[in-house]
């Protein structure tokens, strides 16, 4: 069973930065497509970002151009740079196969806020 532990989470101000991981145990991880979803209060999770096994990445109209999705096969991590951080930015984030078809993690809190 895969489990999926994200981090780097945390409170920033309109403007700024963060840098999120996600550690996958298994060795399953380089063989998927993953991706990165978030989830803000009274919303649907919705996926924001996903790359492919070879590199090709997909991004929602809502951060395309702010956030970076990357991978290291080597440590079975998933990343994302975030930068330009907007309010409705706001959400757990959370990894997990562009599909979602693994259990999901606890995710990480990003607050955006002055």
């Known amino acids: 069973q895969v489990q999926l532990v994200e981090s780097g989470g945390g409170l920033v101000q309109p403007g700024g930065s963060l840098r999120l991981s996600c550690a996958a145990s298994?060795?399953?991880?380089?063989?998927?497509?993953m991706g990165w979803f978030r989830q803000a209060p009274g919303k649907q999770r919705e996926l924001v970002a996903s790359?492919?096994?070879?590199?090709?990445?997909n991004y929602a109209d809502s951060v395309k151009g702010r956030f970076t999705i990357s991978r290291d096969n080597a440590k079975n991590t998933l990343y994302l740079q975030m930068n330009s951080l907007k309010a409705e930015d706001t959400a757990v984030y959370y990894c997990?196969?562009?599909?979602?078809?693994?259990?999901w993690g606890r995710g990480t809190q990003v607050t955006v806020s002055s």
């Open positions: 298994g060795n399953i991880f380089s063989i998927t497509a």
């Open positions: 997990n196969t562009r599909g979602a078809r693994w259990p």
């Open positions: 790359i492919t096994t070879g590199g090709s990445t």
